[in-house]
């Protein structure tokens, strides 16, 4: 059985920064997509960062120079270190993972999902 559970959100000030963290059990993620979600209220979720199995990697536009995807293959753990936030980054976060995707950042093609960590940025 796959789970997810992520850590690290909390309130920052706009400027600031969190490192959220996703610890994976009964899933390899030396082999297979996890990357991170997001969903603020009222929107629909979207893609924020992924890593493959081979550690390339995918950003949303909106985040590309200030957020990074990084993992650790023997924690089987995915971090998601972000820099200089934004109010408009303010969402809940989700880790997500799957074995087979079409469009990296598409949440859709993910089959696991975390329960969510709240980030809070405030201008």
């Known amino acids: 059985q796959v789970q997810l559970v992520e850590s690290g959100g909390g309130s920052v000030q706009a400027g600031g920064s969190l490192r959220l963290s996703c610890a994976a059990s009964?899933?390899?993620?030396?082999?297979?997509?996890m990357g991170w979600f997001r969903q603020a209220p009222g929107k629909e979720r979207e893609g924020v960062a992924v890593?493959?199995?081979?550690?390339?990697?995918y950003y949303a536009d909106s985040v590309k120079g200030r957020f990074t995807i990084s993992k650790d293959n023997d924690k089987n753990t995915v971090y998601l270190q972000m820099n200089s936030l934004k109010p408009e980054d303010t969402a809940m976060y989700y880790c997500?993972?799957?074995?087979?995707?079409?469009?990296?950042?598409?949440?859709?093609?993910?089959?696991?999902w975390g329960q969510g960590t709240q980030v809070t940025v405030s201008s």
């Open positions: 997500a993972a799957s074995r087979w995707v079409v469009d990296a950042l598409q949440p859709e093609d993910y089959m696991y």
């Open positions: 890593m493959t199995g081979g550690s390339t990697t």
């Open positions: 009964g899933y390899a993620s030396s082999r297979n997509y």
